[in-house]
Nanobody, 124 residues
Framework: QVHLVESGGGLVQAGDSLRLSCTPS????????MAWFRQAPGKEREFVAA????????DYSDPVKGRFSAFRDSQKKLLYLQMNNLKPEDTAVYYC?????????????????WGQGTQVTVSP
């Protein structure tokens, strides 16, 4: 079992930057690809970014490409999401997710473990 805890959310203004962190615990050696999803009020949860454990593979959704960067620490355990030039439409609860297989996937059902989420609010 793997437990994921997100942190770093908060209230910022449009154009600001914010970095989210995801700290895994438990059987972390079983984790390969890790990802960020988000859910805005009244909307379904959507894929944001994913990073493989090895090989450096990354994937980003179109709305965040060029503004957000997902990366892992040198030990390949913690996951980060650097968010630059934030927009009001980035307001959402951001979730960390992990899967035991290496393929980069965007479907929620492909992820085995989930965190509780952290709120990001971007004011105009």
């Amino acid at each position: 079992q793997v437990h994921l805890v997100e942190s770093g959310g908060g209230l910022v203004q449009a154009g600001d930057s914010l970095r989210l962190s995801c700290t895994p615990s438990g059987q972390t050696r079983s984790v390969d690809t890790m990802a960020w999803f988000r859910q805005a009020p009244g909307k379904e949860r959507e894929f944001v970014a994913a990073v493989q454990r090895m090989g450096g593979g990354e994937d980003y959704s179109d709305p965040v490409k060029g503004r957000f960067s997902a990366f892992r620490d040198s030990q390949k355990k913690l996951l980060y999401l650097q968010m630059n030039n934030l927009k009001p439409e980035d307001t959402a609860v951001y979730y960390c997710a992990a899967r035991m297989l290496p393929a980069l996937r965007r479907e929620e059902s492909m992820y085995d473990f989930w965190g509780q989420g952290t709120q990001v609010t971007v004011s105009p």
